[in-house]
């Protein structure tokens, strides 16, 4: 019988990428303008801030990246001067509207993530804009982009929104983070043919569809949503990563078509056997944590996935055998790491 020597096992941070990492940072998801505070946080004893006037901040004409992040700035103005600008930061400060931007005709990036701004708009001036970050907003609808034909990435992470609505025109979108909203429908993204990401985690969606336009598209998540079947993902023979943990599936299926998949996270579900996936075999991670398997046999589906590197598999039955790390080892030798702790040979 083979044998395998073990040192000791070495821990690591988890490391999910369900969520876009291009917009935001620790700080503001625990505590952001518009009022969401993370409940397991101390409660903040400082005052709640006054903006000020832009007259009191210094600009310089010959800037191109300009940073004016948490200055308690209140109003957009005064930015005329800033005729070189490229890429203009003002996350984490007190405003309420987009205005006062026409002149900036040079930027390619835009940063208003954390403020309490509720509408996008006036913003059609900005036609080299590459990258719009309104995050962490009141924002309700998704408008005002007619004219951002250049746009690749677009974060609306954690607003009030409820529609995908008004893309169309964005036929050189590339990223779309609609993370954290009040979506119920997948809908309106038939046009996005240069989509290669799209996160719509913590949503309210219930069924994966109107997704076989999306031809280029290499990352889907849709964690934390209503979903109880795996379907609609035929035509994505692209996608190399798909998020789905945190819902309702009770079995693996619909992936014949998504032979390029290199993760696939099916965490937190209701799942009782692994199956359905022996032809996946560019796999790398297999993210199965909190479901429902019992029987070892079940590993044989990953075996055909000779670079596979990660396994998730705590809290299952599985992990009430006293061998639980040894027989996945002696099972996929491949296999790295096993839940949130490197193999040590």
Not at 160 to 166: G, L, M, Q, R, V
Not at 255 to 279: P, Q, S
Not at 282 to 309: R, T, Y
Request: net charge negative; proline share 3%; aromatic share 4%.
């Amino acid at each position: 019988m083979a044998t395998l020597s073990v040192g000791e096992p070495l821990e690591m941070e988890v490391d999910r990428k369900g969520e876009s990492e291009e917009s935001g940072d620790d700080d503001t998801r625990r505590k952001s303008v518009n009022g969401d505070v993370d409940p397991h946080q101390p409660p903040s004893t400082v005052k709640e801030e006054s903006p000020v006037d832009m007259d009191t901040i210094t600009l310089d004409p010959e800037e191109e990246d300009v940073d004016l992040v948490h200055c308690r700035i209140g109003r957009i103005e005064g930015l005329e001067v800033l005729t070189k600008a490229v890429t203009l930061s003002l996350r984490q400060n007190l405003i309420k509207k987009i205005e006062n931007l026409e002149s900036l005709v040079t930027l390619k990036e835009l940063d208003l993530y954390d403020n309490q701004i509720r509408k996008l708009e006036n913003l059609q001036t900005l036609t080299e804009l590459h990258q719009l970050d309104v995050s962490f907003n009141l924002i309700r609808k998704v408008e005002g982009l007619e004219h951002l034909m250049g746009l690749k990435k677009l974060f609306l992470l954690h607003n009030k929104i409820s529609h995908i609505a008004n893309l169309d025109h964005l036929t050189n979108l590339e990223m779309l983070e609609l993370g954290s909203n009040r979506i119920r429908l997948i809908e309106n993204l038939d046009g996005l043919a240069s989509l290669t990401s799209l996160f719509l985690g913590t949503n309210k969606i219930t069924q994966l569809q109107h997704l076989e336009g999306l031809h280029n598209l290499t990352v889907l998540s849709i964690q934390s949503n209503r979903i109880t079947k795996m379907e609609g993902l035929q035509g994505l023979v692209n996608l190399k990563e798909l998020y789905l943990s945190h819902n309702g599936i009770e079995v693996i299926e619909g992936l014949e078509n998504n032979k390029k998949l290199t993760t696939l996270d099916i965490a937190a579900n209701r799942v009782k056997k692994i199956e359905n996936i022996r032809h996946l075999t560019e796999l790398q991670e297999f993210w199965m944590n909190d479901n429902q398997i019992e029987n070892w046999s079940d590993l044989d589906e990953l075996k055909n996935a000779k670079g596979l590197e990660t396994v998730y598999l705590e809290r299952n039955p599985l992990q009430k055998d006293p061998q639980y790390r040894r027989k996945i080892m002696l099972a996929l030798p491949t296999v790295r790491q096993i839940d949130a702790t490197f193999i040590r040979f």
